[in-house]
């Protein structure tokens, strides 16, 4: 089993920065790969970033060159390092764990970017 706890969402204005954190516990395995997702209103879950076993990092198109993603996948932090938002980043965002088949979930973490 692997929990997932992220931190970091709130309020901020367009043109702002956030950086929310993904701690993980339990068995994490070499071969996990760990992902950012947001879910906007009205719209479905979407990766947003991701960190594979290969080491190779991975954006979505609408957050490339604003997000990076950071950390350390092995002892399962990851930070999402978001600059230059817009209105429409605005969602709940989760981290998962990826071990094998099974992904793990997070609770979620709001952000909210005002226009």
């Known amino acids: 089993q692997v929990r997932l706890v992220e931190s970091g969402g709130g309020l901020v204005q367009s043109g702002g920065s956030l950086r929310l954190s993904c701690a993980a516990s339990?068995?994490?395995?070499?071969?996990?790969?760990m992902h950012w997702y947001r879910q906007s209103p009205g719209k479905e879950r979407e990766m947003v970033a991701e960190?594979?076993?290969?080491?190779?990092?991975r954006y979505a198109d609408s957050v490339k060159g604003r997000f990076t993603l950071t950390g350390d996948r092995l002892k399962g932090t990851v930070y999402l390092q978001m600059n230059e938002l817009k209105f429409e980043d605005t969602g709940t965002y989760y981290c998962?764990?990826?071990?094998?088949?099974?992904?793990?979930w997070g609770q979620g973490t709001q952000v909210t970017v005002s226009s």
């Open positions: 998962k764990r990826t071990s094998g088949h099974v992904g793990y």
């Open positions: 339990g068995t994490l395995y070499t071969t996990d790969h």
């Open positions: 960190i594979v076993a290969a080491g190779e990092t």
